[in-house]
């Protein structure tokens, strides 16, 4: 029987283990593929970190793209109608869920059916084993949504498409962009800057994005933002009347959080223009306190929405707008840096410590 290597999350603050498990055939349903790229987004750093449960033994990873190895019976064709075939490459949602689903029938919310499920977040120990990133081969079971990729993508623009870039056509279709409003991004790491990039191609007239660290700012200017501030240097509420400043007469039109950091909500209320939209992304973990004046929230009429995972139509509108727009931003850029499936331990020390700005491991 073939056998494939994964790089195995044993407990959180370890060492990855490689270890070897049995390849089995696809069953109905089910595509087996050769992981060509996966990065490491900062959700497998939580896992990691302890922050957040994660199933362990198991293999993280869920931005990922593969080669498909073979097709189980019953699947034929991507989620557009195109056919697949052994030795496509493709891009498939980071969640999937099999079966009857409440909010899918009548919300119209696939994305939070429960009972839904993640790639990276399952024991390795138990059938089919690779259900991640991080090793040499990935199963991708029913109720997943494919999409094949055209040639002319990198896999370095093609790998972040299902988490990183759905995830943001879902925040910034929420936040409502539009001819000529002014947008705040609160982080601007992968998700703030393909953020700073779709606000542009919504139609915002500006971008000002914010984050605490130098080359972040520095690359977001190619990304679309029109001003960038370091966060960490200067007061909230300096940052606060600068923005407002750009943002003529009264303030954003829309406020973005990607950055994780719940202490930055208030200043976003104090952004906003009155009737302002806030959409918030970024804050996956528990606990995230904070205290606001809510009284801004009536007052300034300030509609707030959370945002998590995404609808399979953002998966679609993800890969068309890195194809529409890969000429005029640089998003090979964004994947700066590449390890070996062994070499897992540096490079999510690299992504924790964000000397890098999306690790991509290639098994
Ligand atoms: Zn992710």
């Known amino acids: 029987m073939r056998t494939g290597k994964a790089a195995v999350y044993e407990a959180p603050n370890t060492p990855f283990v490689i270890k070897e498990y049995p390849v ?30 994660n199933p362990c033994p198991g ?35 980071e969640c999937f869920h099999n079966g009857e689903c409440y909010y899918r029938e009548v919300h119209d919310m696939p994305q939070k059916c429960h009972g839904l499920r993640k790639y990276g977040h ?16 990935c199963y991708i079971l029913p109720g997943t949504w494919i999409l094949k990729l055209p040639d002319e993508l990198s896999d370095e623009e093609a790998t972040p498409i299902n988490c990183g870039i759905a995830s943001m056509a879902s925040v910034t279709e929420a936040a409502e962009i539009g001819l000529s409003d002014t947008v705040v991004i609160q982080g601007l790491g992968l998700l703030g800057l393909y953020g700073c990039a779709m606000a542009k191609a919504r139609g915002a007239k500006l971008v000002v994005g914010l984050d605490a660290v130098a080359d972040r ?4 200017k190619k990304f679309g933002a029109d001003h960038a501030f370091d966060i960490g240097r200067a007061k909230p509420a300096e940052v606060v009347s600068a923005v407002r400043a750009l943002c003529k007469p009264d303030g954003a039109d829309a406020v973005i959080e990607v950055c994780g950091v719940p202490d930055v909500i208030p200043q976003a209320l104090e952004m906003l223009r009155i009737g302002g939209r806030y959409v918030l992304g970024g804050l996956v973990n528990p606990e995230a306190n904070v205290t606001i004046d809510a009284n801004m929230l009536v007052r300034k ?7 998590h995972n995404y609808h399979p139509r953002h998966l679609i509108q993800a890969l ?11 998003f090979k850029q964004i994947v700066d840096s590449k390890f070996a499936l062994g070499e897992l331990d540096v490079a999510f020390k690299r992504a924790a410590e964000r000397s ?4 991509a491991i290639v098994p």
């Not at 009429?301 to 945002?307: A, F, L, S």
């Open 24 to 53: 089995r055939p696809a069953k109905p349903g089910e595509v087996l593929v050769r992981v060509k790229m996966s990065t490491i987004c900062r959700s497998d750093i939580h896992s990691y970190e302890g922050r957040r449960p």
């Open 356 to 359: 890098v700005l999306r690790a």
């Open 59 to 93: 293999i993280l990873g869920h931005e990922i793209i593969g080669t498909i190895v073979e097709i189980g019976a019953g699947v034929s064709k991507d989620m557009r109608g195109d056919s697949l075939q052994a030795g496509d490459r493709i891009t498939w949602s």
């Open 320 to 330: 068309e707008f890195v194809l529409a727009y890969r000429g005029r931003f640089p």
């Open 122 to 137: 399952d024991l390795v120990a138990e059938d089919p084993h690779f259900l991640g990133g991080f090793g040499e081969y």
């Open 217 to 220: 700012l520095a690359i977001a």
């Open 301 to 307: 009429w300030i509609t707030v929405r959370g945002i």
